[in-house]
């Protein structure tokens, strides 16, 4: 266990020069069933085959979306918290990477957000949907909006006696507003449209 700990992990930056260290080879991800399962929710945008981008015959990792990283033929479990990757083989903590998205790019750095930063790509161009439901309004067409983009605030949709109040990602109790300003897509999301009767001044 420890010499493929030390094979992956042994340098400065913990994940990021491994992989390339053991991917030197057109090999194809084979993986094994090692470890211990991850519980937890790993964001869509990892999930996929990552090649390296200054040599792109080469895959350097896959991760799925039952919490696995496969390096050659060696399978990790993954916990993602924020932008932190967190890797375990036989329950032991191994290393971490700090990862961003830009389209179908991942940009990796060490745990610690510093150091030698290396760009990944994915043949898979990522997207997120995101979907108005505009309660009995007229209709309002989805967006497609790329990882961390912004959705654009979509044309004002009319209800008979009504005036919109707003965007919300829970129907019903409306209490998480969209600001489309300022809060990015990270998966396909539904907003909701709050409606109230208007106020009128004497």
């Known amino acids: 266990m420890k010499s493929k700990q030390g094979a992956f992990f042994g340098f400065t930056v913990l994940v990021i020069m491994a992989i390339f260290a053991v991917t030197a080879c057109d090999e194809d991800i084979k993986g094994n069933s090692d470890g211990n399962s991850n519980n937890g929710s790993i964001p869509s945008v ?3 085959k990552w090649y390296s981008k200054a040599s792109t015959s080469h895959m350097a990792f896959e991760i799925t979306s039952a919490g696995k990283l496969f390096v050659a033929d060696t399978s990790y479990d993954v916990s993602v ?5 967190e890797l375990t083989f036989g329950g032991t903590s191994v290393g971490t990477f700090v990862y961003a998205i830009s389209g179908n790019e ?4 060490n745990g610690t957000g510093a150091g030698v930063a290396i760009v990944l790509f ?6 997120f949907t995101v979907t108005f439901d505009s309660n009995g309004g007229t209709a309002v067409p989805p967006q497609t909006v790329a990882p961390s983009g912004n959705a654009t605030e979509p044309p004002i949709p009319t209800l008979e006696g009504m005036v919109l ?5 829970d129907n019903n109790t409306f209490q998480n507003r969209w600001d489309f300003a300022i809060n990015t897509v990270s998966s ?3 907003l909701y449209a709050r409606w109230s009767e208007p106020i009128y001044g004497w």
Request: glycine fraction near 8%; aromatic fraction near 8%.
């Open 46 to 48: 990892l999930v996929s």
């Open 188 to 190: 396909n999301i539904t």
């Open 165 to 169: 109040n707003g965007w919300y990602t």
């Open 122 to 127: 994915s043949p898979v161009v990522k997207s």
């Open 81 to 85: 918290s924020g932008s932190t990757v």
């Open 106 to 109: 991942m940009l990796m750095l």
